[in-house]
């Protein structure tokens, strides 16, 4: 059964450090997301991107984050300047609209420890 | 401000009971509500989706409903086993993200 996959599954890096978490969505599908998950929390919207731009965004969202599809199968999320509130679970997910609705897939995730 | 509550916030049942968990939304403008399943540090496992047009929608031992009007989702899962422990998300769309709840933490006894 297809899957999203995420890389890598835990990155450590130091504050002020630039990360690039990578994720492979679903290959028919169009639409991409990612959200985050702080340890204890809900699960948070991030942002979504369709057609090579961002649909929409959360206040979270800022500057500091960007997203991009480098090729036709890669979806990155960079985080220019890691604070250490950056340390989260971040999850990729796709999906395709169809009649039946636009259900979302999940990635297993990528843990950031920002040190 | 659209928030989502799920009640309760954590369940121990025996091995075989029905159980139902609880999710609320407060803005009634959805296009769909999923339920997820969460294991400890792993990822969502997408259970169900049901369009805001359903009113019920069924997998297996899982049956979810839902009440748009008044803001209300359960799931039902049937003859609980102590393979069903794990959190229970209930996401909320609304075009193009989805708003979590916070969960339900269940545990199956066996």
């Known amino acids: 059964e297809p899957e999203v996959t995420q890389t890598p599954s835990h990155q450590v890096t130091q504050m002020g450090q630039e990360v690039i978490l990578r994720c492979v969505p679903i290959?028919?599908?169009?639409?991409f997301y990612w959200y985050r998950q702080i340890l204890g929390q809900k699960v948070e919207f991030l942002v979504s991107?369709?057609?090579?731009?961002?649909?929409?965004k959360s206040e979270i969202f800022d500057d500091q984050f960007s997203v991009e599809r480098p090729d036709g199968s890669n979806f990155t999320l960079k985080i220019r300047s890691t604070k250490l509130e950056d340390s989260a679970m971040y999850f990729c997910a796709s999906s395709a609209w169809t009649s039946l609705g636009n259900e979302q897939f999940f990635g297993p995730g990528t843990r950031l420890t920002v040190l | 401000k659209q928030e989502v509550t799920q009640i309760p916030a954590a369940l121990s049942v025996p091995e075989g009971e029905n159980l139902v968990l609880n999710c609320s939304f407060t803005?009634?403008?959805?296009?769909?509500l999923q339920w997820f399943r969460q294991d400890p540090g792993k990822g969502l496992t997408s259970l169900l989706l049901?369009?805001?047009?359903?009113r019920e929608q069924t997998s297996g031992r899982l049956n979810a409903s839902l009440d748009k009007s008044s803001g209300r989702s359960t799931l039902y899962i049937a003859a609980s086993q102590p393979g069903d422990s794990a959190t229970y998300l209930c996401?909320?769309?609304?075009?193009?993200?989805?708003?979590f709840g916070a969960g339900t933490i269940l545990r199956v006894k066996s």
């Open positions: 803005d009634s403008a959805i296009y769909n």
């Open positions: 996401a909320v769309s609304y075009g193009n993200k989805l708003v």
């Open positions: 049901i369009q805001s047009s359903q």
């Open positions: 290959s028919n599908h169009l639409y």
């Open positions: 991107f369709y057609n090579n731009e961002i649909s929409e």
